[in-house]
């Protein structure tokens, strides 16, 4: 999984740990995933990086901007440019949810901003700038 064998020795470590806060759903918790993942990146395993993010975080913490900023990087580091697409469309339908509900949160228009523009660029990055995949809620 990892090429250095330290970076395997801390990655389980780091596991260990995790598995012992699992019961924990702070943000403190996370930190051992956060490290594994950086970790898996530093010792150039993207796939494990991604693949921490999406699946050992809680899902409340999967579409935070830092985290889904970094999961969408991670996916097109990785070759992955129709998960990360598909994320980007799942993340905009939930802060268009969240807008829908409390019209004047800020963070979830800036959500929504966000992830249009990096649809938009990941879109023009492939060459499908004229597909019609993006939808708007009203």
């Known amino acids: 999984m990892l090429k250095f064998p330290q970076a395997a020795?801390?990655?389980?470590?780091?596991?260990?740990?995790?598995?012992?806060?699992?019961?924990d759903s702070s943000d403190e918790s996370a930190r051992p995933i956060f490290l594994r993942a950086q970790v898996s990146l530093e010792s150039g395993n993207a796939a494990a990086a991604v693949q921490l993010l999406s699946t050992a975080l809680p899902s409340e913490m999967q579409l935070r901007p830092a985290v889904l900023a970094t999961r969408v990087a991670l996916l097109e580091q990785t070759g992955d440019v129709s998960a990360a697409e598909g994320l980007l469309q799942s993340a905009l339908?939930?802060?268009?949810?969240?807008?829908?509900?409390?019209?004047?949160?800020?963070?979830?228009a800036a959500g929504v901003s966000w992830c249009l523009q990096r649809l938009v660029t990941l879109k023009l990055s492939q060459g499908k700038a004229g597909t019609n995949t993006v939808t708007l809620e009203a």
């Open 9 to 23: 020795e801390a990655d389980k470590l780091l596991a260990d740990f995790q598995n012992n806060t699992m019961d």
């Open 93 to 108: 339908q939930h802060w268009q949810q969240v807008s829908k509900a409390v019209p004047r949160d800020q963070a979830a």
